[in-house]
């Protein structure tokens, strides 16, 4: 970047992207957390984000850090739902993918052990996956199942005896190339419960399986996603969630990790801002700093305003979340439109950077295409909108 211009003001100086200070609403103990999260991302992530994402290659060496943190499913340990979504969007942004990966292991792996686990798999897992001594995957998308999953589950689980039996593939499974354990959603065949829903844990290593990556992505390159293969994989009885039943319960899953990956879209709204205003005040053309033209401040009020809006619409729902009030068509709303003003948002900050805006170097060109996955996962823009187009009509326009 060019020499910052005289005279001008470094971001720092600045009003904080949290322009109506939302943060004023955690306890004292959580905006100390905040903090500390920030140094640690200002430091061991951020810095590296644009080089892990050219080589799409993974940190592990950064997550006993991260672990030391403790932020292993904060709800579950008395902090608020607000406090946990902040996490989310300072995770994300200072790198998407590794909040990605945060959200995976803990919010969907994780919790899966909390929600659905016997106190003998807690005990057998848990302690080893909070302070990520081991690592989790989710592994319920399939290769022709996406926004259809719930009614297209193909995977297959045969019980045999004290065992089960899994044949079948999953797509795009985040973790999915190195994590020691899969939670696997499979649909029972064969016996008097054919056709019911059913979820494994399953070790990244179990005889049967193959893990691909998936290369030559245009976002989230950090985030190893892999193609699965079960070929009669096997696994005990004793490492089956006895509890899940039904899809309905891989719903109550996907309700707070789409609530958090609406989040993701703020962090992604703070990061474009973060990079745009602070170029928009370096960069110099026709003799002046570009934040000197009226077209560039409009454009950066219309980023900050998207952002604002979209953390105030989150913050609400995470109180809703805390009453048990968050039903899945208003986070489903939340994830549209939230998703909606952050494309917007990221647009206008690389057109903000001009032919720099293409470059990694930059940090935008990452920002940019990274928002494109969470424009799409945890339920496309069009699903989301039909989730919640059905609930304010009462008539479902989803086939």
Do not use: C
Request: proline residues 4%; glycine residues 10%; charged residues 20%.
């Amino acid at each position: 970047m060019t020499a910052l211009a005289p005279g001008a003001p470094r971001a720092g100086e600045l009003p904080a992207a949290d322009y109506y200070d939302l943060e004023r609403r955690l306890e004292p103990r959580e905006r100390a957390k905040l903090a500390e999260l920030r140094e640690f991302t200002a430091a061991e992530i951020a810095p590296h984000a644009v080089g892990w994402w050219e080589r799409e290659e993974f940190p592990h060496h950064v997550l006993p850090r991260l672990a030391a943190l403790g932020l292993s499913t904060p709800h579950r340990h008395g902090y608020s739902r607000l406090f946990t979504g902040l996490v989310i969007a300072e995770l994300t942004r200072a790198d998407t993918s590794m909040a990605t990966f945060f959200m995976v292991h803990h919010d969907l792996f994780v919790e899966g052990l909390y929600e659905f686990g016997t106190a003998e798999q807690r005990a057998r897992y848990l302690d080893d996956a909070v302070s990520l001594r081991t690592t989790g995957a989710f592994a319920l998308t399939e290769p022709g199942h996406g926004s259809d999953v719930a009614g297209g589950l193909t995977l297959s689980a045969r019980r045999d005896g004290d065992s089960w039996v899994l044949d079948g593939a999953k797509r795009w499974i985040g973790n999915g190339t190195f994590a020691d354990h899969l939670l696997v959603w499979a649909r029972e065949a064969g016996g008097p419960s054919e056709g019911a829903v059913r979820a494994f844990i399953v070790p990244g290593t179990a005889p049967g399986l193959t893990r691909t990556r998936i290369e030559h992505k245009t976002a989230l390159r950090t985030v190893q996603n892999a193609d699965l293969v079960f070929d009669g994989v096997r696994v005990p009885e004793a490492d089956r969630f006895a509890r899940v039943s039904s899809f309905d319960d891989a719903r109550t899953m996907l309700l707070g990790s789409r609530l958090l990956v609406a989040w993701q879209a703020v962090g992604q709204q703070l990061a474009a801002f973060d990079v745009a205003r602070a170029y928009a005040l370096e960069r110099e053309q026709f003799g002046r700093p570009l934040a000197k033209f009226q077209m560039v401040q409009g454009q950066l009020v219309t980023m900050l305003g998207n952002a604002t809006a979209s953390m105030a619409m989150l913050a609400e729902l995470a109180a809703l979340q805390s009453e048990g009030r968050a039903t899945m068509a208003r986070v489903a709303l939340a994830k549209a439109w939230a998703t909606a003003r952050m494309r917007e948002t990221v647009a206008l900050g690389r057109g903000i950077l001009g032919g720099n805006g293409i470059l990694a170097d930059y940090a935008m060109a990452k920002v940019f295409a990274d928002a494109e996955a969470i424009f799409t996962y945890e339920g496309t823009y069009e699903v989301n909108a039909l989730i919640a187009g059905r609930d304010i009509t009462g008539v479902s326009a989803i086939a």
